[in-house]
């Protein structure tokens, strides 16, 4: 398998994400994620030092600390408010500063998108909320010795910076044009690669697919028109073992909240107010999906729904949903899933890796050098590719073969599908390092059943790790220490 094929996953992590597309940058800059919080960079503050020996230091709600001795004989030490502790998350704290942060970021966010703001101390409530959340997968991942070291961290802002079309440079003067520190912006950075690769591991890669799913999922295939659907959602958690008392105290939230919205209330606002989903703060909103790539659950539910219309809550293993159908529209064709067309690229590609000899621009300039060689035709594409290239393909001077959508990773993807047959693209950056790409030719072609089985795979692993995903957000919310100090 060569270097730039790869699983194909989401978008970057949500913080950093969230915050790129408000100072209207891409953020797409790592295999995957779906975005989890909705908070952004350069809004955690630091913590107040840990007083007295411990969290709170014997302080109560608040960190007091000593004011300067004052300079006039005699007066008294008077304790000032440094910062307030609002939660305790397992052995770690949540500041008033950074609560406020967050706050500010998510009002920010929601008048951006033209979501009707919550009241502030409902809003407060779901912000905090979301942090404990952010915490304890911060917590877990670190203490099962998930990390993410200064070189990963550097690649990771150089491909962000390359999407936007910037250098390094210019996208960090960008971000701090943009009044966030980028050290802040960085670190920010850091957690979101740390909770993508806790996820990875503790969710993604322990899903697993039959043959039967693949089969049931294709004979539903093969009888429905494909379709897209708009969907949001608002979703009350149920805790794991809750009580029949707890159950039914959630199932009447879920009904005050459908209350609200059949009352005329925006469910936008509804669902910022309410519901203990990832996309809660931007709305609700899970944009267009297709069937395959909504909840079983969900994609029966919506297909029996018209545009506009709020289902009735909806029970899963998580807790009670409650769905609105914004809009639909069908897509053109078939699915490749079910024999539908697919645009096939053959194509080849120099690989020049980025190690501790050879650093970025070096890798870019020998690249370029062979790119201009090439124009000129004084030099074999081919050819170079055996001298020069560090993929596997290299042998065969470079051939990929005829790659399907998805195959490749998002990044070499994208050049690939901006070529015409027989051009050469400028040197492309991926997580394997920096590719010179050629596209020989393209065909239209049904997928073969093989082809047909792999993408079904596909689809129910994205399914499926959705879910599976929620579930275990919220067995570890469950498991996590929180205290809340009052006022």
Known sequence: MTSCFAHRRAAAGASVLAAALALGLAATFVPSAPALAQTAPGLRAPAAPALGGGI??????????????????????????????????????????ELEQRMGFVEGQLRRQGVPMPPRDVLERQVLERMIVDRAQLQMARDTGVRIDDQMLDRALGRMAETNGMTTAQF????????????????????????????EREVDAKVQISDA???????????????????????????????PEQIERQRARAEQALAEVKGGADFSKVAASYSDAPEALTGGSLGWRSTDRLPQLFAETIGKMAPGQVSAPLRSPNGFHVLKLDDRRAVAGKSAVVGGPVTQT???????????????????????????????????????????SADGSAG????????????????????????????????VRTPFGYHLIQVLERRNDEAS???????????????????????????????TYVEYRGE
Not at 172 to 199: I, K, N, Q, S, W
């Open 172 to 199: 960090r003067d960008r971000v701090e044009r943009d009044g966030v520190p980028f050290a802040r912006f960085r670190e920010d950075l850091r957690e979101d690669l740390l909770t993508t690769r806790l996820r």
């Open 449 to 479: 059943p093989e082809r047909q089985r792999l993408l079904a795979r596909q689809a129910l692993r994205e399914r499926k790790i959705d879910e599976a995903y929620q579930d275990w957000l919220r067995q570890l919310r469950d498991r």
């Open 213 to 243: 799913e693949i089969d049931t999922f294709l004979a539903e295939q093969a009888t429905t028109t494909p379709m897209e659907y708009l969907v949001s959602q608002i979703l009350v958690r149920v805790p794991e073992g809750a009580s």
């Open 346 to 388: 053959r194509a080849r590609h120099i690989l020049v890796r980025v190690n501790e000899t050879v650093g970025e621009a070096e890798a870019r300039r020998r690249l370029a050098d062979i790119r201009e060689r090439v124009a000129a035709g004084s030099a074999d594409f081919a050819e170079m590719a055996r001298q020069y």
């Open 396 to 427: 065969r001077g470079g051939d990929l073969g005829w790659i399907y959508p998805g195959d490749t990773v998002p990044e070499f993807e994208r050049a690939m599908d901006g070529l015409k047959p027989e051009q050469v693209s400028e040197p």
């Open 56 to 97: 709170g230091g014997g302080i109560g709600s608040g960190a007091n600390v000593p004011a300067p001795r004052p300079s006039a004989a005699g007066a008294s030490r008077t304790p000032i408010l440094v910062d307030r502790i609002v939660a305790v998350v397992n052995s770690e704290v949540i500041t008033e500063r």
